[in-house]
Structures are given as structure tokens and as C-alpha cells.
């Protein structure tokens, strides 16, 4: 086959022997500079393609080809990439061959392209072992830190400084990828990857602010706020790394949150112990101030053991250190653990996490608190809402806020399994809450008849919409993000322009409390459920009413609309779900099996599946085709009240009268 190397060709891959590209028609290129073919494509970047590719000149070896493709508009922007592109390759031929560092094999233009060869590397990065394995051990923390360190001290002394420095550019080399050139000494296992940021450490570039990159949560301070780049910055980048890799928790996430006020207290994020002498050598790495950082990458060494094999302290004793779940080197598949059952008697949860950790083990310590529920609330959880935007890119986590009768909103991160803050401000219980389509909203509706709309990265509310007469029992945004739809007890709808607060309509017509409201993903209507047992639907433009469904013999609690807008559920008082066109009104099918009153109902993501949560303490997930429950989950000892997708899918989160919050893995 033949690749198309231009970038906007939508079907690249041509048969052998075609001249011009069938799709696009720009000239193919057999092989660039007469030796590289390019076999696929690897990923790209902000400032290129990455492809695997044979050299024809050594039997053709693999190699990695990048095309300088800047995805940048205007001039200065494109003179930048170039630049930056250019610096890569001037690194890479600086540091010459170093078994931790790719080799540069070619950089030349060709077709009006900027292409850099350089060395492939056979391997995982460490972002994709933790994905694959879970939270690394302290001594694997001890083991990256014994082979990263003399690499930055390699490339520090040749005045480079790396600026990018995290999980995603080390790759921990496979077993099968041994290096010929270095076949008669042991090869370091771990290998630092693209250059394409570093930077050359000169007096003048030390005396002078220079252009902030790096990657949020892992640049310093000094090199983001003031283009600076020293050897401890990469040090910090470090230190950073490794505390993603201990608790799995995206330091972008917490830049996010505080800044830089988060590496002050970044033991509070340990899932489990670790030695002192660990503890000391990452707080020194993620000091803010770089006076008080390591200042060299020889100052680390001094403090790391050359036998990594350290005890543990848990409170005020020391104790053998837990092994390792899988080694950096081990060729143990993650799928060959098995995990323990886990029944842990009174007494030794009295001892607390680290007690549980010594008689489980990693593996049997996360199964043991993934089962637990979330308990931050102090009463009744009525809501629960996810952020539609998270899920969508491999370094977001998804995140969902929940209402209680406590009077607040909280905000959590899912698979962190921790509370990010709480919203305070209303004086009754909190009924009902949504996020905006961007993630930067939340919208919450209690029974002290407000709606309030809070910034979620801040925690501040923004303001209060009055004009309900009785409870906010639920509330929704558009798809659109403009409109906020709320329905009370007094038995109306209030339509309110979400970025200003002004009221635009109410709408009348049920005879009932309002009990749940919807919006149509094509932002044209608004659907509404009632104790007066029936469902109806308007224009969201007009405020006219279209239909009223009236099929269920009791309260209508919740409504769903699938993600395609054809569907329609709706969960009821006479423990029943049904499923209805929404576009003909017409009933689909009833699901039965709820033992009491039908609270909650969700949509999967993929329209396939809907989850509801009952009075009768269960969570159930529904498959639509056979109209069959496919799971029941009963922990819950007291009515489920709220459930929610994760936006994969793979997690349902439910919200009950018992106060907590309790995470489903589908």
C-alpha cells in the first residue's frame, strides 16, 4: 500500500503502483528522500503527523517519520511551529546517541514538508502502564526516579533542558526492543521522548524570559508564568510525574482547581502510605519556589537508595513494604491478577486505610475502596448530574455534581472517588441540579423555590433566579447551553435565558406539581412530568403545547430522551418505566420489575440501555430491545432517588435516601 502524506487527504492509503492519490489526487511519494516508506500512521500533535515507517537503506528497520503539520493560523504562529520543529531535531543531533534518547536519523523538506527520522522505540508510555495496570508502587517510583535521573543529568549537562517532561513523552521499553548499540551493557528500561519544546540552556536564556510551554500541572511555576527553564524545572515535571503515578490523579485537574497551591498539600491525595524518605525526595521536587527545589538532577541521586526497598510508615510504625503490583520489567500480563474477595472484620478497619492496605495489598486495598459508597453529603442525595464534556479527550476525567436535603452541591471526580468542592448558598434542599453542554455551570433547584447558577471551576455562585412560587423540583439546560427550564410544586414551567437571568416564559398546563422537565437535544422541545400522571410536551419557542401523554396511573417522577432525540422514558408512581416515540406520542413498550415507586431514569450514551432507581432500594439497567433488566444493584439500604451515566457509559452513579452516593462499574 501507499500512504498520501497530505494532511487533508480523508482516505490516505492508496494500492501499489497508483501514481496519484485516488482521494484527494495530490502526487503520491513512494518514499521520501528516495529511502523512507511510510507504513501508518502513529498520532499527531500541535505541531505535526507522527508515522511508522521502513528505512530502505537498512533492510528496512522501522523508524518514526514526523511531518511538521502546525494545526496554527497566521505568520508568527506558523514561524513558531517551524521553529520548534527545527529545535527538535537540533537536540536530538546534540545529544547525539544515548540509549534513553531517540537517535536522529534525517531532518530535510520535501513537497513544501518539514520531516524529522528519528529512532523507534518499541514500548508503552508510562501514562498507558498506569492505564493498564493501575497506581504504581513506591518501588516503582523508586525504580523511574533511578532511571530518569541520569538522563536529565545527561541532558542537563549538555545545556538542554527537556520542558515537557511527563508521562506521556517516557516510554518504558519493551523487552523486545533491545538496542544493538548498546547490546553488551544492561539498557535502561524507561526512554525520554520529544524534544520538541526543549529548550537550550544559555546566559541569555537564563537572563531573559523566554516563550511559556510546557504542559499544565506539570511545567513550573517559572517556566509557565515567566518562560524560564532551568534543570530544576524539568525536576519539578519530575516530581509531578511521579505523584500521577502514585494516585492517578491528573496534576492538570488540580492546577485547574488551585494553581499551584495544590503541590502544598499533595500527600492529602496518597491512596496509600509511603516512606519518609520517598515522601521527602517528591516534596522537594514540587517545591513552587525553585530556591527551595532540587537544583540538579546528581542532588536527587544523593537521596534515592540504591536498593529501592523502603518501609512504609503508617502511623508512627515501620512495616514491611507492600510488593509491587506488576514490575516496570515484568512480562506478567495485568489480566493474570486475580483479585481477592475481600470480607475485612470491624477490628481492622478500626486501624484505618493503612492497616487495610498491609492486610489486602494494592490490588485488594483499591477493590476494597471502590466498593465503598461516597459519603460526603449529610443527608438525602436527590440529584446527580455529569459534566457532558469530560470523557471526551484521554486527559479529562469525568466529573458530576449531586443535590441533597443538606442544602448543598457537591462536585466530584469519578474515578478518584473524591469530593472537589461543595456549593453553599441555599436555605431548603436541593431537588435538582445540571450542568451546562461546556462544563462551566451548574444550574441547582431547591425547595426555597430559587434556581441557582454556579461557575463550577470556582465554586461562586453567579445568581439567583426567583419567580417559582413553591419547590424547584427539577431543572434542565438546552443542549444550546442559552436556556434554563425549571418546574415546580406551584405547577408551572419557567423558561429563563441561562447567561442573563431573565425570565422568558411560563407555561401552564398541568393540573400537578411538576415534577420533572426535559429538553430535546435539537433544542425545539420541552418535556414535562407531573403528579397529575401525565407527561407533556411544548415547544420550546412558543411555549405552546404539542401533546399530552397519559398512559401512566400514577405520579410521574423522571424523564429521559435518548440521545438521537427519538426516544423517550419516563419513570412513575406505579413502578413502571415506559417508552414512548416522542415524536408520535405513541407508547413503545412498559418495563416491569421495580417493586415500588420509580424515582430515576437515565439513558447509556449509545441509546442502547436505560438505568432507573427505585423506592424499593435498587438500581436497575434496562436493555430496550428485549425491554429485559440486564443488572439489578441493591447496596442501597434506603430509596435510590437520582442515577446518572458516566459520559463512556462504563459507570452509573445513583444517589439514595441513605445519604450516599454509590458508583456502579457496567
Not at 88 to 94: I, N
Not at 462 to 486: C, E, M
Request: with cysteine.
Amino acid at each position: 500500500m501507499s500512504y498520501c502524506l497530505n494532511p487533508s487527504c480523508d482516505q490516505p492509503l492508496n494500492s501499489d503502483g497508483v501514481e496519484f492519490c485516488q482521494s484527494c489526487g495530490i502526487k503520491l511519494i513512494p518514499l521520501l528522500r528516495n529511502r523512507y516508506r511510510i507504513i501508518q500512521p502513529l498520532g499527531g500533535g500541535g505541531f505535526g503527523r507522527t508515522f511508522l515507517a521502513e528505512d530502505e537503506d537498512k533492510l528496512k528497520e522501522y523508524c518514526v517519520v514526523k511531518q511538521l503539520v502546525p494545526q496554527v493560523t497566521g505568520t508568527s504562529a506558523l514561524h513558531k511551529a517551524t521553529e520548534l520543529f527545527r529545535e527538535e531535531a537540533r537536540r536530538l543531533q546534540q545529544l547525539g546517541e544515548h540509549p534513553q534518547i531517540p537517535t536522529l536519523y534525517a531532518y530535510f523538506r520535501e513537497e513544501n514538508y518539514l520531516y524529522l527520522v528519528q529512532q523507534l522505540i518499541k514500548g508503552k508510555t508510562l501514562r498507558q502502564e498506569l492505564k493498564e495496570q493501575g497506581m504504581f508502587s513506591e518501588d516503582q517510583i523508586w525504580e523511574i526516579l533511578s532511571e530518569l535521573l541520569p538522563v536529565l543529568k545527561f541532558i542537563h549537562e549538555h545545556q538542554v533542558v527537556h520542558r515537557d517532561l511527563k508521562p506521556e513523552n517516557i516510554i518504558c521499553r519493551s523487552s523486545q526492543d533491545i538496542d544493538s548499540r548498546n547490546s553488551s551493557t544492561q539498557q535502561a528500561n524507561l526512554v525520554l521522548i520529544d524534544f520538541g519544546v526543549a529548550k537550550q540552556l544559555t546566559e541569555t536564556s537564563m537572563e531573559h524570559t523566554g516563550t511559556s510551554i510546557g504542559s499544565y500541572g506539570y511545567a513550573s511555576m517559572e517556566q509557565m508564568k515567566h518562560g524560564f527553564a532551568y534543570p530544576a524545572s524539568d525536576l519539578f515535571s519530575l516530581g509531578a510525574t511521579c505523584f500521577y503515578l502514585l494516585t492517578g490523579i491528573p496534576p492538570y485537574h488540580l492546577y485547574m482547581e488551585e494553581g499551584y497551591n495544590w503541590v502544598t498539600h499533595w500527600q492529602e491525595y496518597l491512596p496509600s502510605p509511603i516512606s519518609a524518605n520517598l515522601q521527602h525526595v517528591l516534596d522537594k521536587l514540587l517545591q513552587k519556589d525553585m530556591n527551595y527545589r532540587y537544583q540538579s538532577a546528581d542532588e536527587v541521586l544523593q537521596d534515592v537508595p540504591l536498593q529501592p526497598k523502603q518501609a512504609v510508615v503508617t502511623q508512627g510504625m515501620a512495616v514491611t513494604p507492600l510488593p509491587s503490583r506488576i514490575s516496570l520489567k515484568s512480562s506478567v500480563s495485568p489480566k493474570t491478577v486475580i483479585q481477592p474477595q475481600i470480607l475485612l472484620p470491624k477490628k481492622i478497619l478500626l486501624a484505618g486505610a493503612g492497616a487495610i492496605v498491609l492486610l489486602l495489598g494494592t490490588a485488594g486495598y483499591l477493590l476494597y475502596r471502590q466498593n465503598l459508597p461516597l459519603t460526603g453529603h449529610l443527608s438525602e442525595v436527590n440529584a446527580i448530574a455529569f459534566s457532558p464534556v469530560v470523557g471526551k479527550s484521554a486527559s479529562f476525567e469525568a466529573i458530576f455534581a449531586s443535590g441533597s436535603d443538606d442544602k448543598t452541591v457537591k462536585l466530584w471526580n469519578l474515578s478518584q472517588r473524591r469530593e472537589i468542592r461543595t456549593f453553599e448558598g441555599h436555605s431548603d434542599w436541593v431537588y435538582a441540579v445540571a450542568i451546562s453542554p461546556d462544563g462551566l455551570t451548574i444550574v441547582s433547584g431547591s425547595k426555597d423555590k430559587t434556581i441557582k447558577v454556579w461557575n463550577l471551576n470556582t465554586g461562586q455562585e453567579i445568581r439567583t433566579l426567583r419567580g417559582h412560587k413553591s419547590y424547584v423540583n427539577s431543572v434542565a439546560i438546552s443542549p444550546d447551553g442559552q436556556t434554563v427550564v425549571s418546574g415546580g410544586y406551584d405547577k408551572i414551567i419557567k423558561v429563563w435565558n441561562l447567561n442573563t437571568g431573565e425570565e422568558i416564559r411560563t407555561l401552564t398546563g398541568h393540573s400537578g406539581e411538576v415534577l420533572s422537565v426535559a429538553i430535546s437535544p435539537d433544542n425545539q422541545t420541552i418535556i414535562s412530568g407531573s403528579t397529575d400522571d401525565t407527561i407533556k410536551i411544548w415547544n420550546l419557542s412558543t411555549g405552546k403545547e404539542i401533546r399530552t401523554l397519559s398512559n401512566h396511573s400514577s405520579d410521574v417522577n423522571a424523564l429521559a430522551i435518548s440521545p438521537n432525540g427519538h426516544l423517550l422514558v419516563s419513570a412513575s408512581d406505579d413502578k413502571t418505566i415506559k417508552l414512548w416515540n416522542l415524536k408520535t406520542g405513541k407508547q413503545i413498550r412498559t418495563l416491569t420489575g421495580h417493586t415500588a415507586d420509580v424515582n430515576a431514569i437515565a439513558f447509556s450514551p449509545n441509546g442502547e440501555n436505560v438505568a432507573s432507581g427505585s423506592d424499593d432500594k435498587t438500581v436497575k439497567v434496562w436493555n430496550l430491545s428485549t425491554g429485559l433488566a440486564i443488572h439489578t444493584f441493591d447496596k442501597h439500604t434506603a430509596e435510590v432517588f437520582a442515577v446518572a451515566y458516566s459520559p463512556d457509559g462504563k459507570t452509573l452513579v445513583s444517589g439514595s435516601k441513605d445519604n450516599t452516593i454509590r458508583i456502579w462499574h457496567l
